[in-house]
């Protein structure tokens, strides 16, 4: 399948936990991330199309407040090609505020790969 993707992602360095906001269960782990999207790794299928409230529990230097939410749309769902237990799962950001953005492309800056 070609590449849709006009922003490249960067694989992250730290293990950065992703939370569904509204229940408070795990969506996953932070794999890659971009200006623009992220791709988690999870232990079960996700649907394409779907949108998610996450948050994400950050450290003191990345910003204030103990976490950051946002909404992302699901776009994509693999099964992982080494762990069929495992599924890498690619989502758009869809929104975000202005405050959690900054916080966001600091992750990017301090734990996504070159």
């Known amino acids: 399948m070609p590449e849709k993707r006009t922003v490249p992602r960067k694989k992250v360095d730290m293990y950065m936990r992703v939370l569904n906001d509204d229940t408070q269960e795990i969506i996953g782990h932070m794999v890659e991330v971009s200006q623009t999207g992220l791709?988690?790794?999870t232990v079960a299928p996700v649907r394409a199309g779907v949108d998610f409230y996450m948050r994400?529990?950050?450290t003191p230097d990345l910003g204030s407040a103990p976490y950051i939410v946002?909404?992302?749309r699901?776009?994509?769902c693999r099964m992982d090609e080494f762990q069929p237990n495992l599924?890498?799962?690619g989502f758009e950001l869809v929104e975000i505020i202005p405050e959690d953005r900054q916080v966001y492309l600091r992750i990017i800056q301090k734990y996504a790969g070159r």
């Open 39 to 41: 791709r988690l790794e």
């Open 56 to 58: 994400i529990e950050i």
């Open 70 to 72: 946002f909404i992302a």
């Open 74 to 76: 699901s776009k994509w």
């Open 87 to 89: 599924f890498q799962v």
